[in-house]
């Protein structure tokens, strides 16, 4: 398994407050994303980082801000939680562009707001 | 608008051959095709790429078709493990967008004993 490590892995937050997920990786993989998923959605892509301190913007940035001040650090996080950030977070890394687009997830933060 | 069309669902009997079809009729010529799975709850799993060759790999084989508007996703002999969704996906080699994958619905495939 690619070393892809989401922390934590549960978290329940109330309406308004900050919160940061952690994707760390061991690979040195230069690209690291997130994305979110719900029900009928599938996974839809937040922010991507392309190298350190190298980020932009995805399908479904609002709301999300994210740091990538090392390789293997890539941070996602909510200003001020809403409801509708309610869902399940993935974090994925990939080597490079094209063919080697090939990407690695790891196992997921579920995140509820209350 | 999605880029490819997956069946909704699919049953396959333990032990044989799952093949997983996908149809991707406006796929350009700088773009690859990939196929991803989903287990229950877990990260998507990568499973296979391929531009325009058939590939094969340890876990699966990819068979695209010679005007690259279709593609099926073959798995020899289906385990209950295999038992996930199945997203067809194509993006660029290149340029805008190769670093990001669009994953549709996908195809849950029931392996049945």
């Known amino acids: 398994d690619a070393g892809i490590t989401q922390s934590p892995r549960h978290k329940v937050t109330e309406t308004g407050t900050p919160v940061t997920l952690r994707c760390h990786q061991t690979e040195n993989h230069r690209y690291m994303y997130w994305y979110r998923q719900d029900p009928g959605h599938g996974l839809r892509l937040i922010h991507y980082s392309y190298g350190v301190k190298d980020t932009d913007k995805g399908e479904v940035s609002d709301g999300y801000s994210v740091s990538r001040s090392k390789t293997e650090d890539f941070l996602l996080t909510l200003e001020s939680a809403t409801s509708s950030q309610t869902s399940v977070y993935f974090c994925?890394?990939?080597?490079?562009?094209?063919?080697?687009?090939?990407?690695?997830f790891g196992q997921g933060t579920r995140l509820t707001v209350v | 608008d999605a880029k490819t069309t997956q069946p909704t669902s699919m049953d396959c009997a333990e032990g044989r051959a799952a093949n997983l079809p996908c149809n991707h009729s406006t796929i350009s010529g700088n773009e690859y095709v990939y196929w991803y799975r989903q287990i229950h709850s877990q990260g998507p799993q990568y499973i296979i790429h391929g531009l325009k060759n058939n590939e094969t790999n340890e876990m699966a084989s990819l068979i695209i078709t010679e005007d690259r508007k279709s593609s099926t996703l073959i798995l020899p002999h289906a385990t209950l493990r295999d038992t996930a969704v199945y997203y067809c996906i194509v993006s660029p080699y290149s340029g805008a967008g190769s670093y990001q994958l669009t994953f549709g619905k996908g195809t849950k495939l029931s392996v049945i004993p």
């Open positions: 994925a890394i990939s080597p490079g562009q094209g063919a080697n687009t090939e990407a690695f």
